[in-house]
């Protein structure tokens, strides 16, 4: 409040002082100005009925009396002074309504998107969601993990949709891979069940939504078991994992590549697990193409696998801070596309006898 207050106090001196063809009055009309930076529109209406106050007693000092010109001049200080204090209570409104949105959507964001855990058996993991728009927090990118019967299993997905019915169709097949992981014994039977509830989700979807029936939902499904150093496979229609194994990055190509869930009504498929080594300290990185399709400045993507071997080392989740910063410096701090990374690391306490 110095800085409008002493505005004012310095132009009613100032003018005071002055010979008589010098009015400085007019600039008290930016004290409710500055004031619109750093307060509400109350603060905004008291420092300009104080400016208004200077501005009568510069009239009655230097005249005796107000004049034309002053009486104009102080009518114009409150005609502004109303206009920034209706701005800016408009703007606080503004605040609060997205203060309000933010906090829902970081809510929704919270029961979707539960964190993971630190640790899932012998496994170390670490996680990070990156929304393309900051305000929104939440959209179709998806993970969820779940421990049974001594192994991990963990899910990613991207879903083909935008808007809220993105977020329905990821809502619902994180539920749906939230119980079924405890009820398939077989990674098979379990993608097999996910596509079938995606798929009749979207078919309920599009008797309400038109623009629904091209979505689907890209995902890859990968079983740890504890007492064997491999990971079994099924992607549909998902960016391949990569195993980081000391520097050295391989993606993990399926031999059965499936079509994305809720597509599967148009190729016949037995969903059919891959199996790939997994050995002690190794990391497997699940990630949406929200990463791979992030551009910088020039254009060009983001190489994940090629800066995977600079950024390896560590544990798992120093990877994916590194991976975190050095993906946002690529693309200058913003990106195209929601973006998720799971990092899953066998500790060397884990057996690995195939």
Partial sequence: MALPLGLIAVVTVVDILAPPDVHLGPLLVAAPAVTAAIGGPWLVASVGAVASAAQLTIGVTRRGWLTLNHQMQILALLVVTAVIAVFVALRERQQREMTQVRSVSEAVQRVLLRPLPPRLGPLRVASVYLAAEAEAQVGGDLFAAARTEGRTRVIIGDVRGKGLSSVSDAALLLGAFREAAHQHADLSALTRYLEQSVSRDLVELT???????????????????????????????????????????????????ETPLGLGAFAASDYRADTFPLEGDDVLLLYTDGVIEARNAAGAFYPLAERLTTLAGGDAETLVRRLKDDLLAHSGGSLGDDAAVVALQRTPTASDTP
Avoid: K
């Fill in 207 to 257: 008797e309400t939504d038109r623009g629904s029936e091209e979505d689907f939902i890209t995902a890859a499904v990968v079983e740890i078991p504890d007492d064997q150093a491999v990971v079994r496979l099924v992607n549909c229609g998902h960016p391949p994992p990569l195993l980081v194994h000391g520097r050295h990055v391989t993606p993990l190509m399926t031999d059965h590549p």
